[in-house]
T-cell receptor, first 112, second 115 residues
């Protein structure tokens, strides 16, 4: 069964460094999302992406964040200058037809 | 604005007992509603979804949920809990009937199953 994959599973970085989180959505899906879950808190929407542009973004998704689909298969989330409060689990999701978002296993980002 | 409230951050049941996880939503339009499960160190897996068809929705692993508009609820139930059901459960709402709408999640309910 097709699934969403994410790499790396765990990323440790120093505050102020740039990180890129990678996702491979299910092929033939057209809608892509990033969510995050700070430890002990709810899953929060960050951004949605369709037709090579951002469809919607939350207040969390400020200028430090960017997304890209560089090669038609990968979907990346870049955090330009990480802060301590960016430490969280980041989930990628993709959606085809049928109103269902399929989530990847997540990348745990730890900012020191 | 949409929101989801899950009553009880932690629910504990005995193996074989009824599982009831509560979810109430707020939406200005008829919503789409979802339950996801997260096993330790894994991603979110869809259990079931309501998209304005039958109000009683059956999902995987014996779970079901009933949409009650009058109560703005979408509670998740399972008649008999298994040890393998121990996980975190998230209720989510979307008001976008087209593809591409974001999900708004509740706080999650951690289910423990005692032998």
């Amino acid at each position: 069964e097709p699934e969403v994959t994410q790499t790396p599973s765990h990323q440790v970085t120093q505050m102020g460094q740039e990180v890129i989180l990678r996702c491979v959505p299910i092929s033939n899906h057209l809608y892509f999302y990033w969510y995050r879950q700070i430890l002990g808190q709810k899953v929060e929407f960050l951004v949605s992406f369709y037709n090579n542009e951002i469809s919607e973004k939350s207040e969390i998704f400020d200028d430090q964040f960017s997304v890209e689909r560089p090669d038609g298969s990968n979907f990346t989330l870049k955090i330009r200058s990480t802060k301590l409060e960016d430490s969280a689990m980041y989930f990628c999701a993709s959606e085809g037809t049928g109103d269902t978002q399929y989530f990847g296993p997540g990348t745990r980002l730890t900012v020191l | 604005a949409q929101s989801v409230t899950q009553l009880g951050s932690h629910v504990s049941v005995s193996e074989g007992a009824l599982v009831l996880l509560r979810c109430n939503y707020s939406s200005s339009v008829p919503p789409y509603l979802f339950w996801y499960v997260q096993y330790p160190n894994q991603g979110l897996q869809l259990l079931l979804k309501y998209t304005s068809a039958a109000t009683l929705v059956k999902g995987i692993n014996g779970f079901e949920a009933e949409f009650k508009k009058s109560e703005t609820s979408f509670h998740l139930t399972k008649p008999s809990a298994h040890m393998s059901d121990a996980a975190e459960y998230f209720c989510a709402v979307s008001d976008d009937y087209n593809q591409g709408g974001k999900l708004i999640f509740g706080q999650g309910t951690e289910l423990s199953v005692k032998p």
